[in-house]
């Protein structure tokens, strides 16, 4: 395994490198029942690109999730979930990410840029937490916590799904 570091977290070689959806997961996990339970699932990326440029802090990222590929394990929550009066797949059917900076705190890489659900974009960053190279391709891991579904419009089944929820990437993506 070979790794570049610029700070202390270690980024790929400059280029651009293309989301491997077969690989990558986004993951999710949020509240439901009046805040008594905790429920985990999942969404598959459909594509992606990471632009990883020099000086870093030019970078660009962006990440289509599948909204309709939603998995929790349990079949009825994932159709409530997909269905209008939450996610409404049918009417917005991809979940964006993208990002057209990359930022040194003292402690970590953000990726601040832009989440758009439910027809909504909305400011979010991301936390790189990690990075490794290997071969050309890369494999990054980043979260984002505390997202407030209301800021995306996503405001059915109050009291029985969370107001709040984290998402954490895990994304795989070779050299284009």
């Not at 990054?140 to 009291?159: I, M, W």
Request: aromatic letters at 8%.
């Amino acid at each position: 395994m070979t790794t570049e570091s610029i700070a202390s977290i270690p980024l790929p070689a400059v280029g651009t490198y293309r989301i491997d959806p077969q690989r990558s997961t986004v993951a999710y996990s949020g509240r439901h029942m009046f805040g008594l339970g905790v429920v985990h699932a999942t969404f598959g990326i459909t594509s992606g690109d990471l632009r990883i440029d020099d000086p870093p802090t030019t970078s660009m990222v962006t990440v289509s999730i599948d909204a309709n590929s939603f998995a929790s394990g349990n079949a009825k929550r994932d159709k409530d979930v997909r269905s209008s009066g939450l996610l409404d797949t049918a009417t917005y059917p991809c979940i964006t990410f993208t990002a057209d900076t990359l930022q040194w705190t003292g402690q970590h890489w953000l990726l601040p840029g832009t989440a758009a659900a439910h027809g909504v974009p909305v400011p979010v960053q991301l936390v790189i937490e990690r990075v490794t190279t290997e071969h050309g391709s890369i494999r990054v891991q980043a979260h984002a916590k505390h997202l407030d579904r209301y800021a995306f419009g996503v405001k059915g089944a109050k009291g029985m799904v969370g107001r709040h929820l984290d998402l954490s990437f895990d994304i795989y993506a070779d050299r284009a």
